[in-house]
């Protein structure tokens, strides 16, 4: 049995999420210069980054309040993509058992798809990390995340496009990864399918929106594989 | 207090709700059963469907460069390789 301590496993999640945070800085900076057209200040963004600390629902915020949407709508747009954020907290609640209450707020905060994801899939290789490894992982994505939207916010005017870097498919590439680790064979496959099928039906039907479609898809995914007798 | 200063607080608020409310309905949640079985299988599924809202909302370009990624991740297990991999495809035919 390999222990580490609370500082090791800190850092090694440091380490392992750093091609990540390498993409997050990129959008940061992105996020930096669309804000700066919704004339937003170095000091806004940055609180906004600190307390909110979710980035596709502070660019979709942002993003409304530039296109004249009010202030509810965008609000009610970026709440709706959070949404999913209650399913990944509760999916990992081995991490927060026991933990005193200012570790539970600490490290709920620092949840995010990609340290959360990360985490799972270092424990699907086999290697013993919890609490500390996804805090470890999200202090480093925070931090970056802080500091490039307010550079981004600075130098406004040298920033590149996300996009015609390919940098948009970087999370999609690291996400296929990660699916790619947490694949345990064959009990996997039927709720896999079914979160495929119910996802595409969703989206491509126009019946929701993609982070309704995301919702609906891990759900029914996660139905099937509590309903299948197994074990 | 300006639109932008309701935004943040009001989001903030509501995605730290969000985020704690997950952590404590994980640990009111049955241990055993089909609870836990669907929980243990909710990240899995979570991810898929992810990939598959980004692959469909995008196009062919997409779809080709989602495809090696998976074939580079199916084989490496590597994920700076795979993320590495993606971007190069995806660069490539957007040139």
């Known amino acids: ?231 | 207090m300006s639109d932008t200063w309701v935004v943040i607080l009001v989001l903030a608020a509501a995605t730290f709700s969000i985020r704690m409310g997950g952590v404590l309905l994980g640990q009111k949640l049955p241990t055993t059963g089909p609870w836990a079985r669907a929980l243990n299988a909710l990240p899995g599924c979570l991810i898929v469907s992810l990939v598959s809202v980004l692959l469909l909302s995008g196009g062919p370009n997409e779809w080709i460069a989602g495809s090696v990624a998976l074939a580079v991740a199916w084989f490496s297990r590597n994920l700076p390789l795979t993320m590495l991999a993606g971007i190069a495809v995806i660069f490539f035919l957007r040139r």
């Open chain 1, 1 to 231: 049995m390999n222990t580490s301590t609370p500082s090791q496993e800190f850092w090694s999640a440091v380490k392992d999420i750093s091609p990540l945070a390498l993409g997050v800085a990129i959008y940061g900076l992105a996020f930096g210069l669309l804000a700066a057209q919704a004339a937003m200040s170095e000091l806004q963004i940055g609180v906004m980054g600190t307390i909110v600390f979710a980035g596709a629902s502070q660019i979709l915020a942002v993003e409304r309040l530039v296109a004249g949407a009010g202030a509810m709508t965008a609000v009610v747009a970026a709440i709706a993509i959070n949404l999913r954020m209650l399913l990944v907290t509760a999916s990992i609640r081995d991490v927060y058992k026991d933990r005193p209450w200012w570790q539970l707020i600490i490290g709920a905060h620092m949840t995010t798809d990609e340290n959360w994801a990360l985490m799972l899939s270092a424990r699907a290789k086999g290697r013993s990390v919890g609490y500390w490894y996804l805090v470890g992982g999200g202090a480093c994505l925070f931090v970056t995340w802080v500091v490039s939207t307010v550079c981004g916010v600075m130098f406004a005017n040298a920033i590149p496009d996300p996009k015609a870097l390919g940098m948009d498919f970087a999370f999609t590439a690291a996400f296929i990864a990660i699916a790619r680790s947490l694949w345990r064979g064959k009990p996997d496959l039927l709720p896999w399918l079914v979160s495929i099928g119910t996802v595409a039906i969703a989206l491509l039907s126009g019946m929701l929106d993609s982070s309704w479609s995301l919702i609906l898809g891990g759900c029914m995914g996660a139905l099937i594989a509590g309903l299948l007798p197994h074990e």
